[in-house]
């Protein structure tokens, strides 16, 4: 990990001493977020540049922040991704997941094989489906209720997550229904919450260049709206490092802001850092880079933290982007949530991410316990199912065989595997 030494070294000391040393603009900032303040978006985007003292204070401010906000407990949540079908023609210029219905690699899973999967996660321990897909030209404008129906029918009490905004608005076409409807539908049918990806950034002249514009910064908007309105909660995301900057950064995690002051229908925040490896963004675009710098991922983490306290106060550091090791750097730095098992995934690696499809609710534990950090077992909702104070969660393979060696834990040292460890 390419990380400025003295910076994280700098995070040992107390907050006071941290904060002392950095320059007097920044200072002001953060004392007035560590009184509790709002940090407007101009003072976002200053600490968004910082670099040195400055970064070490924003970095020790955010974890102070967390503390305050919700303790040193690290959550994560034991789910399963379902990808229904790899099959879309929207061509985004960020993604490889995406083929043509006639390829020899396309899939479109059926209800029941989707509900099989399910069943298979609820038996190893799985409270959750995150349930996404390509925007197949051929399903019928019932399939998304189908999927649920089936699912909910074979598995009860497994709370589905699914259906990004795109989806959403892809459905509303579909099913030539009004957006309130068909969301309304598709919570009476079991839909317990809803992925707020396709954000990306929140920005009209970034998105003409990730999108084409298909789905507008100001659709995106309105569908997160109407969900929160139909009482379906979501996450949010912001994905960063490619042809974006700090400017947009600190609008984005505004936009979310007031949204959440509105709707209060945000359970969590997860960046996502850009996969470029086998993006056509990448190949195509000049000046396009090659995903966030890990200063910027520590900086995404932590400034979000500070400018969402109050209003968003999960803030989840995703293992599959950063990878097991960065991801613990990160709970240091304002992060209180490791997400999920996951069990299987195919969106981040077709992109080029090279850590892994699942971290086993055992290997959590170890990674949090290492991170001198409380592991707890959540819901979707953020709602405590098990504190692993004491205790272990039970041992199980993981479900797709794994290359040899490439355990997610293997960075921990042998010392901090033994102190993690608890029977």
């Given at each position: 990990m390419s990380i400025d030494l003295e910076v994280m070294k700098q995070l040992e000391n107390r907050p006071d001493e941290v904060l002392t040393r950095a320059s007097s603009t920044v200072r002001a900032i953060l004392e007035r977020a560590l009184a509790g303040g709002e940090i407007s978006r101009e003072a976002g985007e200053v600490l968004f540049n910082t670099e040195g003292a400055d970064l070490s204070a924003v970095l020790k401010a955010a974890d102070t922040v967390r503390r305050e906000r919700v303790g040193d407990r690290v959550t994560f949540v034991t789910v399963r991704n379902i990808n229904f079908t790899n099959v879309c023609y929207m061509a985004c210029q960020f993604c490889n997941f995406g083929v043509r219905k006639e390829a020899g690699s396309a899939e479109l899973l059926t209800p029941e094989q989707v509900a099989t999967r399910a069943e298979e996660a609820w038996n190893r321990g799985g409270?959750?489906?995150?349930?996404?897909?390509?925007?197949?030209?051929?399903i019928p404008g019932d399939y998304y209720v189908q999927l649920l129906r089936a699912v909910k029918k074979r598995v009860?009490?497994?709370?589905?997550?699914?259906?990004?905004?795109?989806?959403?608005?892809?459905?509303?076409?579909?099913?030539?229904?009004?957006?309130?409807?068909?969301?309304a539908m598709l919570r009476d049918e079991g839909l317990g919450s809803m992925p707020g990806t396709a954000a990306e950034i929140l920005d009209t002249e970034i998105r003409l260049q990730l999108t084409r514009n298909k789905l507008s910064a100001d659709e995106w908007e309105k569908i997160i709206r109407a969900a929160h309105r139909q009482k379906i909660p979501t996450t949010s995301t912001i994905m960063y490092g490619h042809i974006d900057g700090p400017s947009h950064w600190a609008a984005h995690i505004d936009r979310l802001r007031s949204i959440q002051k509105d709707t209060g229908g945000f359970t969590e925040l997860v960046p996502l850092g850009f996969i470029h490896e086998n993006t056509r963004l990448y190949r195509n675009v000049p000046g396009v880079?090659?995903?966030?710098?890990?200063?910027?991922?520590?900086?995404?983490?932590?400034?979000?933290?500070?400018?969402?306290?109050?209003?968003?106060?999960?803030?989840?550091?995703?293992?599959?982007?950063?990878?097991?090791?960065?991801?613990?750097?990160m709970l240091a730095c304002g992060v209180n949530d490791l997400g999920g098992t996951l069990m299987n995934e195919s969106i981040s690696r077709a992109a080029g991410a090279k850590h892994g499809q699942e971290i086993t609710p055992l290997e959590m534990v170890r990674i949090i316990r290492a991170a001198g950090r409380i592991p707890v077992q959540r819901n979707t909702l953020y709602q405590t199912l098990e504190d692993f104070t004491d205790h272990d969660p039970p041992e199980i393979e993981p479900l797709v065989e794994r290359a040899c060696g490439a355990s997610p834990v293997a960075f921990l040292t042998q010392t901090e595997l033994q102190q993690a460890a608890r029977s």
């Open positions: 409270t959750e489906v995150c349930i996404q897909g390509g925007l197949h030209p051929d009860p009490k497994m709370h589905v997550h699914a259906f990004s905004p795109f989806e959403i608005w892809y459905g509303v076409r579909k099913s030539r229904m009004p957006l309130d409807d068909f969301l880079r090659p995903g966030p710098s890990m200063t910027e991922n520590l900086k995404m983490h932590a400034v979000a933290r500070i400018m969402l306290q109050g209003y968003i106060d999960n803030i989840q550091a995703s293992w599959v982007k950063l990878g097991p090791e960065m991801a613990q750097t």
